[in-house]
């Protein structure tokens, strides 16, 4: 059984499309994140969420909109894609914030969606 | 603006050997710090932590040591064994961030035999 996963692994479109990648976890964990991985292989978290409550929020084109409909689910959707947005787009949870040395800083992250904006 | 960096991008080993990589970070608020561990097509996973009240934790093949004064923590691997090679990431927080984590860029290793 998959901890997080992710869907779809890739996804190639053209410029102006509207695209969403769905992400679940099995893990009973109650926040999860997407980060960006760019074409300079740095891992940049974009949002995180809490019991579906937006915890974080950087500095991310408002293209880009999060949805937790539940714990368990963090789907991401890209409005009018632009070539730059092309990256590996990663989700990830973890514990809440309780209980032993920063648990939430253990992120388990689903293997990642390749996006190729064309 | 990179908080964390890792400045060797690749590094080859052989079987056997120590794996040294090595991290630097720049934010003094940083008092948490992880490596990950990632191969082709998977996401990173969890490797090892520190936290910057010790300056040393060690799990098995692997060491993490910090250095706070110079800003630095290291990952040993000893020995290193080909199923570690894969990306190694660097990462680290600050109290109250709520899990945002500042990655490094990655270090390749790579174990040959």
């Known amino acids: 059984d998959t901890a997080v996963s992710q869907t779809p692994k890739y996804l190639v479109t053209q410029m102006g499309n509207d695209k969403s990648i769905k992400c679940e976890q099995n893990?009973?964990?109650?926040?999860m994140y997407w980060y960006k991985q760019d074409s300079k292989k740095f891992l940049k978290i974009m949002f995180s969420?809490?019991?579906?409550?937006?915890?974080i929020n950087e500095t991310v084109p408002n293209r880009f909109s999060p949805k937790s409909p539940d714990k368990a689910h963090l789907n991401l959707h890209i409005n009018s894609l632009e070539l730059g947005d092309s990256a590996v787009y990663f989700c990830?949870?973890?514990?809440?914030?309780?209980?032993?040395?920063?648990?939430?800083?253990?992120?388990?992250f689903g293997s990642g969606t390749q996006l190729s904006v064309l | 603006d990179q908080q964390v960096k890792q400045n060797s991008p690749s590094l080859s080993v052989q079987e056997g050997r120590i794996s040294i990589l090595n991290c630097d970070y720049t934010?003094?608020?940083?008092?948490?710090f992880l490596w990950y561990k990632k191969y082709p097509a998977e996401g990173p996973t969890f490797l090892i932590s520190?936290?910057?009240?010790?300056d040393k934790n060690e799990d098995g093949r692997f060491t993490v040591f910090l250095n706070k004064s110079a800003k630095h923590l290291s990952l040993h691997i000893v020995p290193s064994q080909p199923g570690d090679s894969a990306v190694y990431f660097c990462?680290?927080?600050?109290?109250?961030?709520?899990?945002?984590?500042?990655f490094g860029a990655g270090t390749q290793v790579v174990v040959t035999p």
């Open positions: 934010n003094s608020m940083f008092d948490y």
């Open positions: 990462a680290a927080s600050a109290a109250d961030s709520w899990g945002k984590l500042q």
């Open positions: 893990l009973g964990h109650d926040t």
């Open positions: 520190i936290s910057s009240i010790k």
């Open positions: 990830a949870s973890s514990q809440d914030r309780v209980g032993g040395p920063r648990p939430w800083e253990k992120l388990f």
């Open positions: 969420y809490n019991n579906k409550e937006l915890i």
